[in-house]
């Protein structure tokens, strides 16, 4: 079952390891089909080492229940499965534990647009989310989930404007139209973090003006985008 799937799942999984994204098993990539409801997402603690596209899992989009495979699904699978269901754009979610970034989800600081690099692939800050709420803990993965959506919800952020969100003391969650683009924007949210790090180390007043944010996002994704068209 959703054998092409699996082996895309599995190979951006191990994109992560290729650039340099995880250690251990600190991180999962899953890829949906939404005509059939269903998602594909890396087992739980398997080592990247021994893994196989024929160990990913698949689990019920509204149930979470596994539908096939051997092992269980990702431990944060109940926060991709919200993903999904709140944000019908997406076909791929990534969450690392890539350093910079989760440096700054661990400051609870959003991550400022201070640089074209930024704005070229994310319109908005990189934002982090609020604190859970005690009653929240019980269904701790499903509810790390909610509390992505309720910040894009509450800040009227886009989310396919602005792909990836910092989950406060935890780490970094991307997402694209499929596992691949989700694997590129978690390369590009490590990036931005390492160099804001570093551009407010430099000077911490460092800002940008909002116009060079909005030229440089509308280059690549506004309605007249140029990069990597057809030329005209
Ligand atoms: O967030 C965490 C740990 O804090 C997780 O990302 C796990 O480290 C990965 O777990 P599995 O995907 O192997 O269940």
């Known amino acids: 079952m959703l054998e092409e799937l699996k082996e895309k799942v599995f190979q951006a999984n191990l994109d992560l390891v290729k650039h340099n994204l995880v250690l251990f098993t600190w991180g999962n990539v899953s890829g949906i089909d939404r005509e059939k409801g269903l998602v594909v997402i890396k087992p739980s603690g398997v080592s990247y080492d021994d893994m196989k596209a024929s160990d990913m899992v698949v689990v019920d989009l509204q149930t979470g229940k596994v539908v096939e495979g051997d092992l ?81 919800k509450k800040d009227n952020i886009n989310y396919v404007h602005t792909p990836g969100v910092l989950v406060k003391n935890h780490g970094p969650f991307t997402w694209g139209k499929n596992a691949d683009e989700a694997v590129y924007h978690a390369v590009v949210a490590e990036q931005v973090a390492k160099m804001a790090f570093v551009s407010f180390t430099v000077n911490p007043n460092t800002t940008m003006n909002p116009l060079l944010v909005e030229k440089h996002f509308n280059r690549k994704h506004g309605p007249n985008a140029y990069y990597g068209q057809k030329k005209k």
Not at 113 to 135: K, L, N, Q, V
Request: a negative charge; one cysteine or more.
């Open 72 to 152: 269980n699904p990702s431990s944060d699978t109940p926060t991709h499965l919200e993903l999904y269901r709140n944000f019908p754009e997406i076909g791929g979610v990534v969450h690392t534990h890539s350093t910079y970034a989760t440096a700054w989800a661990q400051a609870g600081l959003d991550i400022p647009s201070i640089g074209t690099t930024h704005a070229d692939y994310f319109h908005d800050a990189i934002p982090c989310t609020d604190d859970m709420t005690a009653d929240m803990m019980a269904e701790y993965e499903l509810n790390t989930g909610v509390v992505i959506v309720n910040k894009f």
